[in-house]
């Protein structure tokens, strides 16, 4: 069975920093592109960034390119995103999502995580 | 950046049809998918590469896509189906997915 799961939310002031990790397990991880997305409260899905099978190309939304970092240890079956700089408007909910059966790439989603929450807030 | 456009919300009563649309220039050339998120739960891909199913989703749903608009069809309306819908296509000129804002249906 599939599972994602996020941690690393919580509240931080602004300017500050966190570490949002999602852990992997019952697929071959290293065999999938893997994709951070979040959603502000009430708002719609945006995504953020995206990574390649090996890590080695990675993708940014305009919105967080240069402050957020995206990266995996296949080994550890493990996704992170760095996020620094943060700003109130990086509030919402951060879903750790895998490409799956279904899709190609980061074209779409098949597989998503609970959510963790980031607040962003003095 | 490639933009698409879903109607806010859509209302309907049970065992009637639902349709969701997605506007999106010439989207009829690019594949869709189609996500359902329920109040306080991650988002469910229900439809890829415009019309074809996940396992476990029902047949009530189906989709089409062509011109300017990708549509989601829902036969038989269910209180299941009530929730926020989302269409998604890459964007190729910015090799990246882009969302649509969502459409909340409601079922009477």
């Known amino acids: 069975q599939v599972q994602l799961v996020e941690s690393g939310g919580g509240l931080v002031k602004p300017g500050g920093s966190l570490r949002l990790s999602c852990a992997a397990s019952?697929?071959?991880?290293?065999?999938?592109?893997m994709t951070w997305i979040r959603q502000a409260p009430g708002k719609g899905l945006e995504w953020i960034s995206y990574?390649?099978?090996?890590?080695?190309?990675?993708y940014y939304a305009e919105s967080v390119k240069g402050r957020f970092t995206i990266s995996r240890d296949n080994a550890k079956k493990l996704l992170y995103l760095q996020m620094n700089s943060l700003r109130a408007e990086d509030t919402a909910v951060y879903y750790c999502?895998?490409?799956?059966?279904?899709?190609?790439?980061?074209?779409?989603?098949?597989?998503w995580g609970q959510g963790t929450l980031v607040t962003v807030s003095s | 950046s490639y933009v698409l456009t879903q109607s806010p919300a859509v209302s309907v009563a049970p065992g009637q049809t639902a349709r969701i649309t997605c506007g999106g220039n010439?989207?009829?050339?690019?594949?869709v998918h189609w996500y359902q998120q329920k109040p306080g739960q991650a988002p469910v891909l229900v439809l890829y590469?415009?019309?074809d199913r996940p396992s476990g989703i029902p047949e009530r749903l189906s989709g089409s896509n062509s011109g300017n608009t990708a549509t989601l069809t829902i036969s038989r309306v269910e209180a299941w189906d009530e929730a926020d819908y989302y269409c998604?296509?890459?964007?190729?000129?910015?090799?990246?997915?882009?969302f649509g804002g969502g459409t909340k249906l409601t079922v009477l």
């Open positions: 590469d415009d019309s």
């Open positions: 010439n989207i009829g050339t690019i594949s």
């Open positions: 998604q296509v890459w964007d190729i000129s910015g090799d990246h997915p882009v």
């Open positions: 990574i390649s099978l090996s890590g080695d190309a990675m």
């Open positions: 019952g697929f071959s991880f290293s065999d999938h592109y």
């Open positions: 999502t895998g490409d799956g059966p279904y899709c190609s790439g980061a074209s779409c989603f098949s597989w």
